[in-house]
C-alpha cells in the first residue's frame, strides 16, 4: 500500500467531511441574530480559515511544519466548536442542528489528525 495515495485520498474525504460540515453552518448561521453578527462573522471566518489549513498542512513537506499545522488545525476546530455550543446556550441553534455539527466536526477532527500523523511519520522517516 502506497502512503503517499492513502494520503491523498484521506484529504480528499477530509475536503468532501469539511464541504459536508460547511452546507449544515451554512443552514445554522441564517438564524443568528444581528445583534450577536460578531459570531456569525467569526464562525464564517475560522472556517474559511480550517480550510486553508487544511489544504496548506496537505501541500507541505516538512514534517516539523506539518507538526505545527496540526496543532494550528485542532486550535480552529476547538474554537469552531466552542463559538457553536455558545450559540447553542443562546438559543440560536436547535439541539438537532448541534448535534449534527457537532458531529461533522469531529469527523473533520478524527480524520485530520489521523492524516496529519501519518504525514508526519512518512515525512520524518524520509528525510
Known sequence: ??????????????????????????????????????????????????LYSINKTNNEDNYKLISAYKVEINSLINTI?????????KGYIAETSLKKISYKLS??????????????DYDSKNK
Not at 464541504?19 to 453578527?37: A, G, S, T, V
Not at 466548536?81 to 446556550?89: A, G, P, Q, S, V
Request: aromatic residues 12%; hydrophobic residues 40%.
Open 107 to 120: 469527523e473533520i477532527n478524527r480524520m485530520s489528525n489521523k492524516w496529519l500523523d501519518n504525514k508526519i
Open 1 to 50: 500500500m502506497n502512503l503517499e495515495n492513502n494520503a491523498s485520498s484521506k484529504e480528499f474525504l477530509i475536503l468532501t467531511k469539511y464541504k459536508d460540515f460547511m452546507n449544515i453552518l451554512d443552514k445554522i448561521i441564517e438564524n443568528i441574530p444581528k445583534k450577536d453578527y460578531f459570531y456569525k462573522n467569526k464562525l464564517k471566518e475560522l472556517s474559511i480559515e480550517l
Open 81 to 89: 466548536d466552542y463559538i457553536i455550543e455558545r450559540l447553542f446556550i
